[in-house]
């Protein structure tokens, strides 16, 4: 919680929608998410697409990477190449 509370400080206005949800197994998720922000204090917004790989042990998010783009989380997944 800590970690998206920094992430989203710098924003006046800040949302993220869920694209797609990917079962990777072995207890991995990968999600990618689109996210929008208005910088603090400005008219400008800026658009970003994240990848997640969600670690789930006994029905409990325990992990959470970050990529700047999912391929690179379907990557980390053994997914290479599927589609996000």
């Known amino acids: 919680m800590e970690f998206f509370a920094e992430w989203t400080d710098a924003y006046d206005e800040w949302t993220q929608e869920i694209e797609s949800v990917i079962d990777a197994g072995d207890g991995h998720v990968v999600v990618t998410t689109r996210q929008r922000g208005r910088l603090r204090g400005s008219d400008s917004w800026v658009a970003l697409r994240v990848g997640f790989l969600y670690t789930v042990e006994k029905g409990r998010l325990v992990r959470a990477d970050v990529y700047t783009n999912p391929e690179e989380a379907l990557e980390a ?8």
Do not use: E, F
């Open 77 to 84: 997944a053994g997914l290479r190449g599927r589609a996000p």
